[in-house]
Nanobody, 115 residues
Framework: QVQLAESGGGLVQPGGSLRLSCVAS????????MGWYRQAPGKQRELVAT???????NYADSVKGRFAISRDNAKNTVYLQMNSLKPEDTAVYYC?????????WGQGTQVTVSS
């Protein structure tokens, strides 16, 4: 059984930065995809960024050039560095781990961008 624990959310002013972390525990196959999704009030959950265990990255167009995903495979940890934050980035951010056809989700961490 896999569990994910996110940290790093909070309140930040527009233009500021935050770094999210997510640690995976349990039985984790070496070939997997870790990523971040977000859900704003009244909206569907959407992709933010994903990264395979071999290093391939994928970003939503809305965050390209501002957010950067990275991971430490030895620590089963994925990070999301968020720069130049905008009010529209406000959402609950969820960590995900996909192994073959199974996806596990974290509980989510709130990110609020407001002055």
């Amino acid at each position: 059984q896999v569990q994910l624990a996110e940290s790093g959310g909070g309140l930040v002013q527009p233009g500021g930065s935050l770094r999210l972390s997510c640690v995976a525990s349990g039985t984790i196959f070496s070939s997997n995809v870790m990523g971040w999704y977000r859900q704003a009030p009244g909206k569907q959950r959407e992709l933010v960024a994903t990264m395979t265990s071999s290093g391939s990255r994928n970003y939503a167009d809305s965050v390209k050039g501002r957010f950067a995903i990275s991971r430490d495979n030895a620590k089963n940890t994925v990070y999301l560095q968020m720069n130049s934050l905008k009010p529209e980035d406000t959402a609950v951010y969820y960590c995900s781990l996909s192994i073959r056809l199974t996806t596990t989700w974290g509980q989510g961490t709130q990110v609020t961008v407001s002055s």
